[in-house]
């Protein structure tokens, strides 16, 4: 099985501030035959399912600001929120699609200072 | 507009059996593939089952094999967990979830029913 690890576990930024999460797997998701990171980011709030924010490692899902971005490649992932909002407030997990199992990160909590 | 809707979750004693079903409407549910994950008390998410669009092709987490049993109705725009041999550590919220058309990103997920097995 592929272990997707997250760090940090918690984070605390103010309004208006940069937020980064990293995500790495232990082993590379890049599929070689369509150069894509089989990648997604999710964020979930209080007593609500997760929702789907990246794919690909780095394409936005419909309707999602574009303060969320998502880059990396191989194996070492991050979601960046550029400029944090307090609807933001959440758990946010990373997870592969590149094999089954699929396989989720421990989440990253993310709060206001 | 599009939904997933998940019943059938309870209190089940460890041994005891529940069927899951998670109704579909907003979409062509027979061109999608479909999953069901599941998320413990304070804990994180953890995929569960994986079936086709045509039901020919299913996938089960270790921890659920022989146990779990996922189905679909695509004229009835359903999907199914069949659970048997419950046991305590499979007490959890459990989410029916679409893959995106394309590929296997969690796109659209029900709001959740929570299975609860304790004596």
């Known amino acids: 099985d592929i272990v997707m690890t997250q760090s940090p576990d918690s984070l605390a930024v103010s309004l208006g501030e940069r937020a980064t999460i990293n995500c790495k797997s232990s082993?590379?998701?890049?599929?070689?035959?369509?150069?894509?990171?089989?990648l997604a980011w999710y964020q979930q709030k209080a007593g609500q399912p997760p929702k789907l924010l990246i794919y690909?490692?780095?394409t936005r899902e419909s309707g999602v600001p574009d303060r969320f971005s998502g880059s990396g490649s191989g194996t070492d992932f991050t979601l960046t929120i550029s400029s944090l909002q307090a609807e933001d407030v959440a758990v946010y997990y990373c997870?592969?699609?590149?094999?089954?199992?699929?396989?989720f990160g421990g989440g990253t909590k993310v709060e206001i200072k | 507009e599009v939904h997933l809707v998940e019943s059938g979750g309870g209190l089940v004693q460890p041994g005891g059996s529940l069927r899951l079903s998670c109704a579909a409407s907003?979409?062509?549910?027979?061109?999608?593939?479909m999953n069901w994950v599941r998320q413990a008390p304070g804990k994180g998410l953890e995929w569960v089952s994986y079936?086709?669009?045509?039901?020919?092709?299913?996938y089960q987490a270790e921890s659920v094999k022989g146990r779990f049993t996922v189905s679909r109705d695509n004229a009835k725009n359903s999907l199914y967990l069949q659970m048997n041999s419950l046991r305590v550590e499979d007490t959890a919220v459990y989410y029916c979830?679409?893959?995106?058309?394309?590929?296997?990103?969690?796109?659209?997920w029900g709001q959740g029913t929570m299975v609860s097995v304790s004596s």
């Open positions: 979830a679409r893959d995106r058309y394309g590929d296997y990103a969690f796109d659209m």
């Open positions: 907003g979409f062509t549910f027979a061109t999608y593939t």
């Open positions: 079936i086709s669009s045509s039901s020919d092709t299913i």
């Open positions: 082993r590379t998701i890049l599929y070689s035959s369509d150069n894509k990171n089989y």
């Open positions: 690909w490692a780095s």
């Open positions: 997870q592969q699609y590149y094999s089954t199992p699929r396989t």
